[in-house]
């Protein structure tokens, strides 16, 4: 038998978590970002599911090419473009829009053989100060990919630093909006989190595409102002494990490597085969929260690189008999038998001081995956 650690992904979720994000986009049209292997989910698990976006956007050449194995014939964008001149090449033979960032890519298209003309985005550096042009030689950028026989249409691209927090993308709009102004072209500039706050009552934010992102995989963008919940999302992937191991603690005795956790009562726990090797956070030590049987608990100890341990009082309270072979979910959902229970990534995060993103990039390879219609 394998190891019981495996990440579910849910593709029902998927659906649901496009459904939402497209209702707030309205009329635009929907890319599904699936950059770093779908944040984490695989990008053969979420394909059928997003199948229904209007286009895929993505960061590697590689996922590129599975994408369109996969069968897809529609947009696919590079969200970062080329990195040298013989990735244009396949561009014209994948057909790939890609984003133009930087004049040493506007000297690649110069430099590029092609019978096909390419669609390309404009990017404007409105104050992420990441890639793009700034809006005082966004114009002539334009112009220059305008005169160029390689381009066949430009549309035009910008990105938000703040869409998730206070200050929100009224500033960056603006410069947006100025930099644009008289410019033909499609335009795309929300990501998930200024989708669900600001496009649905904003055609000037919304335009016509948005790239929906972290929210497809059910994490909110701007926790904890808003939880998954509070804008009805749903988890996408479930880690899950099962316990191992269990002890039984006197009062005063520890747990795990430094001896961080000390009893202060006698105690049953469980371990659980998971640790910071599947990419679990080694910093979420005692406190995090942890499902048993779809019950909620708490991390216990130092996370190890293949275990962890967990407090199995509150199940015992409740007169259950949690034991070797419970069910553990690190994040997402408790199995349908165990009532489906949701411990929000977002809320695991948290603890880790990090984001959902972050906790579903990083789980590792060897987690198997299985898809659950
Ligand atoms: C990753 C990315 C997105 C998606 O961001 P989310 O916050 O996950 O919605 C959108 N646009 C660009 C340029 C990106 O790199």
Same mark, same amino acid.
């Given at each position: 038998?394998?190891?019981?650690?495996?990440?579910?992904?849910?593709?029902?979720?998927?659906?649901?978590?496009?459904?939402?994000?497209?209702?707030?986009?309205?009329?635009?049209?929907?890319?599904?970002?699936?950059?770093?292997?779908?944040?984490?989910?695989?990008?053969?698990?979420?394909?059928?599911?997003?199948?229904?976006?209007?286009?895929?956007?993505?960061?590697?050449?590689?996922?590129?090419?599975?994408?369109?194995?996969?069968?897809?014939?529609?947009?696919?964008?590079?969200?970062?473009?080329?990195?040298?001149?013989?990735?244009?090449?396949?561009?014209?033979?994948?057909?790939?829009?890609?984003?133009?960032?930087?004049?040493?890519?506007?000297?690649?298209?110069?430099?590029?053989?092609?019978?096909?003309?390419?669609?390309?985005?404009?990017?404007?550096?409105?104050?992420?100060?990441?890639?793009?042009?700034?809006?005082?030689?966004?114009?002539?950028?334009?112009?220059?990919?305008?005169?160029?026989?390689?381009?066949?249409?430009?549309?035009?691209?910008?990105?938000?630093?703040?869409?998730?927090?206070?200050?929100?993308?009224?500033?960056?709009?603006?410069?947006?909006?100025?930099?644009?102004?008289?410019?033909?072209?499609?335009?795309?500039?929300?990501?998930?989190?200024?989708?669900?706050?600001?496009?649905?009552?904003?055609?000037?934010?919304?335009?016509?595409?948005?790239?929906?992102?972290?929210?497809?995989?059910?994490?909110?963008?701007?926790?904890?102002?808003?939880?998954?919940?509070?804008?009805?999302?749903?988890?996408?992937?479930?880690?899950?494990?099962?316990?191992?191991?269990?002890?039984?603690?006197?009062?005063?005795?520890?747990?795990?490597?430094?001896?961080?956790?000390? &009893?202060? #009562?006698?105690?049953?726990?469980?371990? $659980? @085969? =998971?640790?910071?090797?599947? +990419? %679990?956070?080694?910093? /979420?030590?005692?406190?995090?929260?942890?499902?048993?049987?779809?019950?909620?608990?708490?991390?216990?100890?130092?996370?190890?690189?293949?275990?962890?341990?967990?407090?199995?009082?509150?199940?015992?309270?409740?007169?259950?008999?949690?034991?070797?072979?419970?069910?553990?979910?690190?994040?997402?959902?408790?199995?349908?038998?165990?009532? &489906?229970? #949701?411990?929000?990534?977002?809320?695991? $995060? @948290? =603890?880790?001081?990090?984001? +959902? %993103?972050?906790?579903? /990039?990083?789980?590792?390879?060897?987690?198997?995956?299985?898809?659950?219609?």
């Amino acid at each position: 038998m394998p190891r019981p650690i495996h990440a579910v992904i849910h593709s029902d979720a998927l659906r649901h978590n496009m459904a939402v994000v497209r209702a707030r986009a309205q009329d635009a049209n929907l890319w599904a970002v699936v950059k770093a292997n779908a944040y984490g989910h695989g990008i053969e698990h979420v394909f059928e599911a997003f199948r229904a976006a209007d286009g895929f956007a993505l960061l590697d050449l590689q996922e590129a090419e599975r994408v369109r194995q996969l069968g897809w014939r529609g947009p696919i964008l590079l969200l970062e473009g080329v990195f040298e001149l013989r990735d244009l090449e396949l561009c014209s033979r994948l057909g790939l829009w890609h984003v133009v960032h930087n004049e040493a890519q506007i000297d690649m298209l110069a430099a590029h053989k092609t019978h096909t003309p390419h669609r390309v985005f404009l990017k404007l550096n409105s104050g992420m100060n990441r890639l793009g042009f700034k809006p005082q030689s966004y114009r002539a950028a334009w112009a220059r990919l305008n005169a160029l026989p390689q381009v066949e249409e430009i549309s035009l691209i910008t990105h938000f630093s703040d869409a998730d927090g206070e200050q929100g993308i009224a500033r960056q709009l603006a410069v947006f909006q100025a930099a644009v102004e008289g410019l033909p072209g499609e335009r795309s500039i929300c990501n998930s989190a200024a989708t669900l706050r600001f496009a649905s009552g904003d055609a000037q934010a919304r335009q016509d595409w948005v790239r929906g992102g972290i929210a497809l995989y059910g994490s909110s963008p701007d926790y904890p102002s808003t939880s998954s919940a509070g804008w009805d999302l749903q988890p996408a992937m479930s880690l899950r494990t099962a316990i191992i191991g269990m002890q039984q603690l006197q009062v005063g005795d520890t747990v795990g490597y430094g001896s961080r956790f000390v &009893a202060p #009562v006698p105690m049953t726990i469980g371990i $659980a @085969a =998971c640790g910071y090797a599947d +990419g %679990y956070p080694r910093i /979420c030590d005692t406190g995090t929260p942890i499902l048993v049987d779809g019950v909620r608990t708490r991390t216990i100890g130092r996370v190890s690189m293949d275990m962890l341990a967990l407090d199995l009082t509150p199940l015992l309270a409740q007169g259950r008999a949690a034991g070797l072979g419970s069910e553990v979910t690190l994040w997402g959902k408790a199995s349908a038998a165990h009532g &489906a229970t #949701v411990l929000p990534i977002d809320e695991v $995060a @948290a =603890c880790a001081q990090t984001v +959902g %993103y972050e906790l579903m /990039c990083a789980v590792a390879p060897r987690v198997a995956m299985q898809l659950e219609a």
